[in-house]
């Protein structure tokens, strides 16, 4: 009777202690501050459950942290860390922030190129027509974002700069194993350069995401004189519009609607072929119909060569936080 006496009490207190014990939730993780930073950086995170914290990672890689309250964290960007979330582990599981955090393990500014992917793509800044304050910087994939903008040319001028992400030869530049320059009468050719470029942008200042395409006379990758720059505008913010005039409007090219505009600067022609239908994000585009456009209206011979491809944003004014999340070019050696 008191060994099953005894037995009842001890299951009857286990029962109270697992009904009334508090269990333990994940952490959330609502904002970070900066939103951008290089390894070695402090980021102070902000969000709650922040009490007994076990890891802080940044895209998978673990942090170094000091946990400040129940809602704040002063964590150290890790070195080897790339885009991605930032999360937080405790007992009660891990919460992730929604926004990634963008790692700044490449930093450009005014004419700096740096090759990315064993030199397959290079980086640039390009600030061609201003001295104004602007840095750019990627994790080092295929990827960057405006770190900071002091750019405020008038719009009725040209943009400040092209800070991009290319394939080929951009003024003499060249990076590896692009497989150009291509004759112009290859590139037409459907399937041939194909490209993807994903970005995400802001609400303020005024720009445009576009490529910027080259083609020379002659298969030289010295410079990007005397040929023709086709530029192709995803998107835009502000009173910005290409170099020229508007030459043809709601022209189907490739299975995509564009409104055509044509110029001449010191640098040779422009054709522009801006989306009728505005987006962020393109992908598996042919350059094959939009050279063989160009062709057709005597913009360039079918004898020229294409040399580059590029991709970014054409800031007038502002344009912090505008980003390339990805940029790929694919021809007969790959992407």
């Known amino acids: ?22 269990v333990a939730t994940a952490p959330m993780v609502s904002s970070f501050s900066p939103w951008h930073g290089m390894p070695g950086a402090f980021v102070k995170v902000t969000g709650s459950g922040f009490t007994g914290v076990t890891s802080v990672t940044f895209n998978g890689v673990r942090a170094s942290f000091t946990v400040k309250s129940n809602t704040e964290i002063n964590a150290k960007v890790p070195s080897h860390a790339t885009n991605g979330p930032v999360a937080v582990t405790t007992s009660g599981g891990t919460g992730k922030s929604s926004a990634a955090f963008p790692v700044d393990n490449v930093v450009e500014a005014g004419h700096d190129v740096s ?3 064993s030199d397959t793509y290079h980086l640039q800044a390009d600030e061609w027509n201003s001295s104004a ?35 080929g030869c951009h003024w003499g530049d060249c990076t590896a194993n692009s497989g ?13 350069v194909t490209t993807s470029y994903r970005t995400s942008t802001v609400a303020g200042g005024a720009w445009d995401a576009s490529y910027d395409i080259w083609f020379n006379p002659n298969a030289t990758t010295a410079d990007n004189l005397g040929g023709l720059e086709m530029i192709i505008w995803l998107t835009s913010q502000g009173s910005v519009q290409p170099l020229g005039s508007e030459v043809a409007r709601s022209v189907t090219i490739g299975g995509r609607n564009y409104n055509v505009w044509y110029g001449v600067n010191g640098n040779g022609a422009t054709v522009s072929f801006v989306l009728g239908n505005p987006t962020t ?27 580059d491809v590029e991709a970014g944003f054409e800031p007038w004014q502002g344009g912090e936080g505008l980003t390339v999340k990805s940029f790929v070019v694919c021809d007969a050696k790959g992407c």
């Open 133 to 167: 304050p602007l840095t750019i910087a990627s994790d080092g994939n295929l990827d960057f974002w405006i770190t900071n903008s002091g750019l405020s040319n008038s719009t009725s001028g040209g943009p400040g700069a092209y800070p991009s992400l290319y394939k």
């Open 180 to 192: 150009l320059p291509m004759a112009v009468s290859a590139v037409t050719n459907p399937g041939t």
């Open 1 to 22: 009777m008191r060994a099953s006496l005894v037995l009842s009490i001890l299951i009857g207190l286990s029962a109270v202690s697992c009904t009334s014990g508090t």
């Open 281 to 307: 994000s393109v992908d598996n585009l042919d350059l094959g119909p939009l050279a063989a456009f160009a062709v057709d209206r005597g913009y360039m011979p079918s004898t020229w060569y294409l040399i």
């Open 115 to 117: 090759s990315l992917k």
